[in-house]
């Protein structure tokens, strides 16, 4: 991963964004310290599922379609406390 520092990334913004793009995440630091990575759409959706909505997830699931799944309840009355 290619490191940069915070005033070399606002002044070459672009070519951090096309670094990114072509050669995968770019970190950036502080004072040494990291504190940020920039990473293409490409990869954060990749990354985050974000391609994917919760309906479409769901539907992925193993269980998607199965009717007769039970649950175990936990009946006890729960803990005692002292008040």
């Known amino acids: 991963m290619h490191t940069?520092?915070?005033q070399a990334a606002k002044a070459?913004?672009?070519d951090l964004v096309q670094r990114a793009r072509l050669?995968?995440?770019q970190e950036i630091t502080v004072h040494g310290r990291p504190?940020?990575?920039?990473l293409s759409r490409e990869m954060?959706?990749?990354l985050s599922g974000g391609?994917?909505?919760?309906?479409d997830f769901m539907q992925r699931s193993p269980?998607?379609?199965v009717e007769d799944i039970e649950f175990e309840r936990d009946r006890s009355s729960g803990?005692?406390?002292?008040?």
């Open 51 to 55: 391609d994917l909505s919760l309906v």
């Open 4 to 6: 940069w520092q915070m």
């Open 35 to 38: 504190v940020a990575v920039v």
């Open 12 to 14: 070459r913004f672009s």
């Open 79 to 83: 803990r005692e406390i002292e008040l």
């Open 44 to 46: 954060f959706d990749r």
């Open 23 to 25: 050669e995968g995440p």
């Open 63 to 65: 269980l998607h379609g």
